[in-house]
């Protein structure tokens, strides 16, 4: 059925979410760049925790789970700014992607189907969120300038950075 095949290219797509960001990982390390490396790196992770998670809603379904080749990521970033324009713009895509099976689960009264995507409708604003806020502190940190101190201190923070951003659902007046 169609939204079977959907969600097995979504699976697909997370694990390629994975290798985007290992590559990009790798990519930053070779600049010099280890803490925020090791921020990419954990969001490698994560992007698998999604595919896993796509991978047992099939499983549970009763439908056929195939794992298929996991295309090559993208080439190379030309710069530390460029490298994460490029992680937003993937977010975006995905969250199009994402939106694609939430309609198609809609038209075709697959309630189930349409309540399990709402997790990832969620975690993608975060996603979006999380990465915007990435690109806007290594533009205020000059990342092209590869002696910044500003960068120097970000790469350090990345290391121990939390890896989601807090939900707006969570915030209160109190604690915004
Ligand atoms: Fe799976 O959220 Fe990023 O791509």
Redesign the pocket.
Known sequence: MALAAALNAQMT??AH??Q??LSYGAWVASQGLGGTANFLFR?AQ??R???TKILEYILQRGAEVKVIAIPAPPKNPTSVIDCFEKVFQ??V???NE?YKIVKMSFEEEDWATWNFMQW?VK??VE?EAL?LSLLDKMKIADAEKKNSNALYSLDRDLEKAPDDIKSAEDATAENP
């Open positions: 797509k997370e979410a994975a985007i960001y969001h994560e992007e925790n999604h595919m993937h977010e895509d995905n969250t994402i990832f975690e993608q996603e990465a």
